[in-house]
């Protein structure tokens, strides 16, 4: 399974690839990006993962606006801090909203 992890903190990106590899050794980690600019040039010039994990909130704006911007054909579960963007999550390509805490996510 490839998975793609949009987050700009890179101890919580660090940290999310930790548990996911952790619960299946063979995930292959596609990229770790940092901002909405750098996801939508990625998701423009590379292959679909199976799966990404969107933070919400990044230095350059928010995740939503990458689907605004491209086509997203691949599942998303969104990581995020806050709760009040779980309905607009699941108006997108969103299967799940997991909501972090500092300790593991």
């Known amino acids: ?3 793609v992890v949009l987050e700009d903190e890179y101890g919580v990106a660090q940290n999310l690839c930790d548990i996911l590899l952790e619960i299946e050794p063979d995930i292959e980690i596609s990229a770790i990006i940092e901002t909405v600019k750098e996801a939508v040039k990625w998701v423009n010039n590379n292959p ?3 799966l990404g994990f969107f933070d919400i909130r990044l230095a350059d704006g928010d995740s939503f606006e990458i689907f605004e911007k491209v086509k997203i054909s691949f ?3 969104f990581t995020t801090a806050y709760d009040e963007y779980a309905l607009r999550a699941f108006k997108v390509n969103s299967i799940d909203y997991l909501l972090k805490n500092n300790r593991r996510i």
């Open 1 to 3: 399974m490839r998975v």
């Open 75 to 77: 599942p998303v579960i």
């Open 48 to 50: 679909k993962p199976d």
